[in-house]
């Protein structure tokens, strides 16, 4: 009954504020053999989410959970350089949570601001070069394991992204390259369009159409598939700015996603097209 789950997690509630309890139900926890890596994060979230109001006294668990872990490494011969680096444990885990409570107000008003424009600035590094959509490799890579190694032909372009703001037309240049995913090209433009608004009020890529004017009123839709993808070794090759032939210059929209009728009919009117060249 409802009742009695609710009476069960105010006592077990109350057990949490209990030190010895919480530390043996953590090591008896750890003990077993089926508690996996998702299950350590989750009762570690848990556990310092129940105790966020507390944090003297989750403090002063932590360091004991800390202590007992120090003492087993050194128990086990590993080199020190291994400790808290692969997070294995629930108080490696709680000390990230530990962290990210105490730190949230130093990150907010000193360093949210330069880590943002560092951000910026490795993410405007990265989008010089083509990156995986489905991997996340990248030309541009800090990480030597998400490096692209293979040479890849590529140009920049520049779109003229046209938006309507205030009820005025406004025309945008947005850099992109041709061997960009439609839906790179959209989180471009959108980088572009909405880069003085909080993320989460801006519109998402899934919600918007690429709309491509093609001149004398012609608007093609694209999409990273269609009935024009390309399969080859019954792997589907996602659609870039070269596969429907953008070029430099070309004007596109974002544009609230229509229903899928008309993206058919727009695709079947572009298919046609592309069978001319």
Request: glycine share 4%; aromatic share 8%; proline share 3%.
């Amino acid at each position: 009954a409802p009742a009695n789950v609710e009476k069960a997690l105010r006592i077990f509630g109350q057990l949490l504020n209990n030190k010895v309890f919480l530390l043996t139900f953590v090591r008896t926890l750890e003990a077993q053999r089926s508690f996996s890596m998702r299950d350590r994060g989750n009762v570690a979230s848990l556990v310092m989410t129940a105790l966020q109001g507390k944090m003297q006294y989750a403090t002063v668990v932590l360091k004991q959970l800390l202590s007992d872990l120090i003492e087993k490494n050194l128990e086990n011969k590993n080199h020190p350089k291994l400790l808290l680096r692969r997070t294995e444990s629930v108080a490696e885990k709680m000390l990230t949570n530990w962290f990210t409570f105490l730190l949230h107000r130093f990150l907010k008003e000193c360093v949210g601001e330069p880590l943002f424009m560092l951000y910026c600035a490795i993410k405007q590094q990265m989008e010089k070069g083509p990156i995986d959509s489905i991997t996340g490799e990248a030309r541009y890579s800090l990480s030597e394991d998400k490096l692209i190694r293979q040479q890849i032909d590529y140009k920049m372009l520049t779109l003229t992204c046209m938006c309507a703001e205030n009820g005025n037309a406004t025309q945008i240049p947005v850099k992109v390259l041709n061997c960009d995913t439609i839906t790179q090209v959209k989180d471009k433009l959108l980088d572009a369009v909405y880069k003085g608004m909080p993320y989460s009020q801006r519109p998402k890529a899934e919600d918007m159409d690429l709309e491509w004017s093609q001149g004398r009123g012609a608007r093609v839709i694209l999409q990273d598939e269609d009935v024009t993808t390309k399969i080859e070794y019954d792997w589907k090759r996602l659609n870039t700015l070269v596969h429907y032939q953008v070029t430099d210059g070309s004007a596109v929209a974002l544009v609230p996603k229509q229903i899928s009728a008309y993206n058919i009919v727009n695709s079947f009117t572009f298919t046609r097209s592309l069978s001319r060249y």
